[in-house]
Each structure stands twice: as C-alpha cells, then as structure tokens.
C-alpha cells in the first residue's frame, strides 16, 4: 500500500510503498480515507519534534474500520471512526474523571512499528499514522462518529478542530460575554476562533500577518481582525490564545491580557525551548495555562464536534483550503511552509 514515510538523515520525503500487520489484541486495522496536514507533520521533517524513523507521517485521519483484533469491544467493522492521537489507557483515574489528556498508562506511542518499509520496522506517528491508506491503532484512537460527516471533515476534528476548540472551552472554560484574543490564524487558531463563538465570547479579536487569514476569521466568526487589543477589550482581553509556537507571539499574547486574564499556550515552540518574562506581569491576578489536545475527552468531544458540525453550528468546510492527493505531498508541504493553508486535506484511494 501507499504511505508517506519520513527516514530522516536529509532524505526527502515522498510516497512509498509499505505493509502494515494484521491487528492485535485491542487494536484496529483503519482504511483511511482522507488526512489532514498538520504543522506538527512539518515539526518531524525539520526536526522541531524528535522521532524516530523510519516513521509513516500524518495525524489528523478518518475512514473506516476495517479489521478488529481480539477483545475489541468499542468498535466494529465498517464503522466510521476518526483518528485521535491521543495516547490514553481508558481505565485510569484520570480517564475515568475526564482528564484523559494526563492519563500516564498508555504506552509510549515512539514505540510503536506497525508497518514494514523495504523490510525495515517503521514506527508510527503520533498514535495515527494517517497518511497511510491503511493503519493499525489502539481501540481508544478509533472514535466513532456520525457516518453522516464527509469523511474530509470528519478528519480535520481529530487534532486542529479538538486542540483549538478545546482549547477555549475545555481547558480555558470562556464565559458567555468574555472576550479573548486568536495569535495565529491556523487551522488551530482558526478553530480557536470558534470555539469562542461557541463559548459565547463577545468580542474575538483574531490576530495574524496574512490578510487572507484575517478574512477567513472574520467568516468564521471573529469580530475584530486588527492588532489593537487592547483598546479593543477596554484594557486588555480575559482570554488570549497563543496559537503558532512562537515565543515572541507568546509574549505578545501575554501583554494583551487584562487583570485576571489568562494565555493559553496551544501552539508548540521547538522541543526545549524556554521564556523569560517579567514575573510581576502576572500581578493582577493573570494565569498562564498549558494545553494539550484541547484537552479533549476524545470519545465525548469528537461525537459532540460531528453533532455542532451537522447542526450547522461548527464551521468545517471552510477550513479546507485545498484537496490534494497523496502523490502531491511535496506540494502541499511547500504551501503549508508558505502559509497558503487554512488546512489541506489529502484524499486517499477507496482501496489499497
């Protein structure tokens, strides 16, 4: 079968072809049907996120089940699931209260080889390995949803939609009437962005350098696309967003805040990387807030996000800049490196 695999050492990454094992005991064999390319995918290629390789890439997939190992019980053949990357043993303390992103059982997913490349072990990505036409993942990766969903949509949920709405509501809970601040226009920042709708902000002031960008949030739901914060939200934001990696937008973010304010860190700085910032900043009464996956409760927040979705609540289809094929890669890595993407999304065979 076809797949996009990363062997490191300077090598150019390209389609080749692969073999994946039949699953295992609680594992599920996934035809996928479309992926999305996430700016994480470009963080193993230019080395800001260390893996191993030979690694399949991708993340961000949807399809269909198509094989159930041993003692399977949340899923069936033919069912419609979404790929969550999120490595969780679905037994712990902290999955069973709703915390799975802090759950500590789960097996290390950089240990994982699925797939074969040239008889070669090749490990799997994040939990996912979705730009595959085919993948084996863990039964807690394999979320069913609404059928109804195109399967191009349904993709996107399983890493930007979830990180950048969970983000507003899971993690820094905004309330009905607060206002909030986007850096970075992603397909993050853009779900961000809604999230807020969702939460009922009142103001969502959407900040980025490219003016198409600014547009698109502006559809989806942002009031104000200009770099005045401040003046904007009398004084300083409730809630901002940092939304691309970077310590300086971080910083900025930080300086946007009002009086109880809290910056949520969404995006993800190279492995390593530190900040300096004035301590007394936090005075009155600011807070800084990690934030993992949107703090997603994968088998509760992809359902509701496929329910908002169908329900005209969720906008989806306009974050998909451009379809792509997966002998296209090269291309749709160039324009994900040039910013020309809200979110690409590849569109795999219906069969290997």
Known sequence: ?????????????????????????GEVRVLIKAAGLCHSDLSVIDGSIPYPTPVVLGHEGAGVVEAVGPGVVAVKEGDAVVLSTLAHCGRCAACETGRATECRNAPNPKDTQPFTVNGRPAYQFANASAFAERTVVREQSAIPIDPRVPFDRAALIGCGIMTGVGAVVNRAKVETG?????????????????????????KIVAVDVVAEKLALARRLGATHTVDAIKDLTGGGADYTFEAVGSLAVIKQALEALGPGGALTIVGVPKLGSSLEFVVHALYQNKAILGCRYGTARPRRDFALLADLYLGGRLKIDELITQHYALEEFPRALEDLKQARLARGVFLLDRAA
């Open 1 to 25: 079968m076809r797949a996009v695999v990363y062997h490191g050492g300077g090598r150019p990454v390209g389609v080749e072809d692969v073999r994946v094992k039949d699953p295992g005991v």
């Open 178 to 202: 607060a206002t909030m601040a986007v850096f970075g226009l992603g397909g993050i920042g853009l779900s961000c962005v809604q999230g807020g709708v969702l939460a009922g902000a009142s």
